[in-house]
Every structure is written in structure tokens, then in C-alpha cells.
């Protein structure tokens, strides 16, 4: 594959085409991601963050743990626990620390790419969003731009010195924010043959890794990081996310 062969950074988006998904929020595709970032941070040095949207499309406009803003929360939370010490002198002002407090999602988006920087330059960082068109709604469009805009700011940074290859899919035939080349650029797009479901049988969220749950499979990806933070960090992490 030309994305992970690479040693540039650069986007990888993948299409579905499926008519129908999972009644657990997950597709073929989810599996794919769950597999591949599992092998990833068992057998190379790069920081392998993922997502799975899908999971996280909650209804309530109130849900802290849906959305665009869950999304980029969650890369950062990623990021701070994958042993990596950062230098968190640039959160130097009462209002500053308030906003990410309230999940003020534009100073997110920029705590989010002032880590990505301060990476070694012989750092990979491999970020995988799984289903992100399941954010392409009118409530949270203008969070969703916000997000990939940020994201595709880092793929095509020149001077960044590490190595960010992102990897976005999609169970659908089409994205309409994600392809448009406004928003963020793909080097490398795959389309899957269209299918239909001929078994009736449906991809639930027991379906990943051989049987195993998603519960399971996040569990393993922390058994498999090392558990870094300590119960103290994760407090203080908690305070922003």
C-alpha cells in the first residue's frame, strides 16, 4: 500500500459503497481500522491513534461523548498517553485553561496540532477515523470543518517534523465534506466494489477482532501501550478532557 509505504505524510480515504451497516454503528470498514491499528501498535514505533465515529453519534445535542469535539478530545487524550512527555507551558492564561475546560473546540484543534509539533522528527504518527461522514450533519458541519481543516493542516505541513499519515473512512459511496478539496486533501482514495447484503446477517460491535468486543479490543490497545499515565496523570488529564 503506497499510504503506509510512504515516508511522506499523506491521506488515505477509503469508501464503502455498502447499502447497509451494522446495527452497532459498524461496518466491514470498522473491523479493518480495529485490526489494523491493533497489528500497528504491537509491531512498530509509530503512535497509532484511532476512532471510531460511529460509536459516538449520539443524538443529544448535550452529549459530551458525540461529535466533531468528542473527536478531536479524543485524539489529545490519545497523544498525552502514549508516553511522549509535552511541554504544556503554552496553556498560560486562567481564560485559556476556561475555554478547553468548556471544550472550546477551536482552541482544541490548536492544543491538538502544538502536540503534534512538538513530536520528534523521527516520530510516525498514524491516526485512523473510522465512518467520519457520520458526522456530516447541519449541527455539527461547521465543528466537522473545523476538525478536518486542522487535520489536513498537519498532512500538509511541509516543515512538520514528524511523519502524520491519516487514514479516513467512510461506509458510504460519498462524503461531501470530506471530499471536497476545500477541506482536506486525499492522496490516496480507495473505493470499494458496491455490495449488498445477501445473508442478512449484519456487523455488530461483537463482530470485531474474531468475536471479540469493542470493550475487549480497547482494552488490549492499553494493555499494549503499557498503561503510561498513572492515576494522577489521568486526573489532571481529565480536568481538560
Known amino acids: 500500500m503506497g499510504w503506509m ?7 488515505l480515504l477509503v469508501k464503502g459503497n455498502f447499502q447497509m451497516i451494522g446495527s452497532g454503528r459498524i461496518s466491514v470498514l ?25 460509536l459516538h453519534e449520539a443524538h443529544s445535542h448535550d ?25 504544556m507551558d503554552f496553556i498560560n ?40 461522514a457520520r458526522f456530516e450533519c447541519e449541527r455539527w458541519q461547521e465543528d466537522l470543518v ?28 460519498n462524503a461531501r465534506l470530506i471530499e471536497d478539496s476545500s477541506k482536506i486533501w486525499s492522496h490516496y482514495t480507495v473505493c470499494l466494489r458496491p455490495t449488498a447484503s445477501t445473508s442478512g446477517r449484519r456487523i455488530s460491535e461483537r463482530g470485531l477482532l474474531r ?7 480497547r482494552a488490549r490497545m492499553h494493555q499494549d501501550q503499557g498503561n503510561q499515565a498513572d492515576s494522577e496523570g489521568e486526573d489532571d488529564d481529565n480536568i481538560f478532557f
Open 5 to 11: 509505504k510512504s515516508p511522506l505524510a499523506e491521506t
Open 30 to 54: 470498522s473491523t479493518l481500522c480495529a485490526t489494523l491499528s491493533l497489528h500497528l501498535s504491537r509491531n512498530a514505533p509509530d503512535i497509532v491513534m484511532t476512532a471510531f465515529c460511529g
Open 63 to 87: 452529549s459530551h461523548e458525540a461529535g466533531p469535539n468528542w473527536l478531536i478530545r479524543s485524539l489529545i487524550a490519545q497523544l498525552l498517553l502514549s508516553g511522549v512527555t509535552f511541554n
Open 93 to 132: 492564561t486562567r481564560s485559556f485553561a476556561e475555554q478547553i475546560k468548556s471544550h472550546y473546540l477551536q482552541d482544541l484543534c490548536s492544543i491538538f496540532r502544538q502536540l503534534i509539533e512538538q513530536l520528534p522528527n523521527t516520530a510516525t504518527v498514524i491516526c485512523i477515523i473510522d465512518s467520519i
Open 146 to 173: 473545523d476538525v478536518l481543516q486542522i487535520l489536513d493542516m498537519i498532512v500538509q505541513n511541509e516543515y512538520l517534523k514528524p511523519t502524520f499519515k491519516l487514514l479516513l473512512t467512510t461506509p458510504f459511496s
Open 211 to 217: 468475536g471479540r468486543s469493542l470493550e475487549e479490543y
